[in-house]
T-cell receptor, first 118, second 114 residues
Framework: GAVVSQHPSWVICKSGTSVKIECRSLDFQATTMFWYRQFPKQSLMLMAT?????????EQGVEKDKFLINHASLTLSTLTVTSAHPEDSSFYICSAKRDGLYSNQPQHFGDGTRLSIL | GNSVTQMEGPVTLSEEAFLTINCTYT??????LFWYVQYPGEGLQLLLK?????DKGSNKGFEATYRKETTSFHLEKGSVQVSDSAVYFCALSTVTSGTYKYIFGTGTRLKVLA
């Protein structure tokens, strides 16, 4: 168990458009989900933590208005990159935990979304 | 502050060679430690974990022991295969601003040659 599905896996779009990425926990309820960004050959950088039914907590330096996060149900969180520009091109990965924010359970990761902005 | 340091790669080995990827950490309190593996174009898969000192995590022939005295969690495998070629990330989970978050190492790329 503990499968996380991320969609789409790859998206190319024009500069100025908005892109929505979905993260679903398929076989468990995820009170807490995380969104990461990964640059080529680098480690994962945590962007934000989202809890079902409440506002996301963003890491320092991450623009809240640029990266909109919604966690409306226990199995779905979405990341919307608004008015995307070429510098937003990256690999975005989500993860989910079975229990809440204060639980030390492992995070389970999606397969990532490669975003390319032309 | 909390941090994870991994040996730099890439690591290139012949099939059936012994693998060690070093990982050391700095953390307040008692973190849990994890190894994740990332295959090209994919997300991260949990490989193994350890939640307290002297715990040994193991999976698919890989193992790592939580050494509090040396603040280390080195990944080992006795005989690597070509299919083990991937990037390996060491991570710790500890409370930051009241919530459990991961801190990742920079990743170590492993290439196994037939």
């Amino acid at each position: 168990g503990a499968v996380v599905s991320q969609h789409p896996s790859w998206v190319i779009c024009k500069s100025g458009t908005s892109v929505k990425i979905e993260c679903r926990s398929l076989d468990f309820q995820a009170t807490t989900m995380f969104w990461y960004r990964q640059f080529p050959k680098q480690s994962l950088m945590l962007m934000a933590t989202s809890n079902e039914g409440s506002k996301a907590t963003y890491e320092q330096g991450v623009e809240k208005d640029k990266f909109l996060i919604n966690h409306a149900s226990l199995t779905l969180s979405t990341l919307t990159v608004t008015s995307a520009h070429p510098e937003d091109s990256s690999f975005y990965i989500c993860s989910a935990k079975r229990d809440g924010l204060y639980s030390n359970q492992p995070q389970h990761f999606g397969d990532g979304t490669r975003l390319s902005i032309l | 502050g909390n941090s994870v340091t991994q040996m730099e790669g890439p690591v290139t080995l012949s099939e059936e060679a012994f693998l060690t990827i070093n990982c050391t950490y700095t953390a307040t309190g008692y973190p849990s430690l994890f190894w994740y593996v990332q295959y090209p174009g994919e997300g991260l898969q949990l490989l193994l974990k350890a939640t307290k000192a002297d715990d040994k995590g193991s999976n698919k022939g890989f193992e790592a022991t939580y050494r509090k005295e040396t603040t280390s969690f080195h990944l080992e495998k006795g005989s690597v295969q070509v299919s083990d070629s991937a990037v390996y990330f060491c991570a710790l989970s500890t409370v930051t601003s009241g919530t459990y978050k991961y801190i990742f190492g920079t990743g170590t790329r492993l290439k196994v040659l037939a």
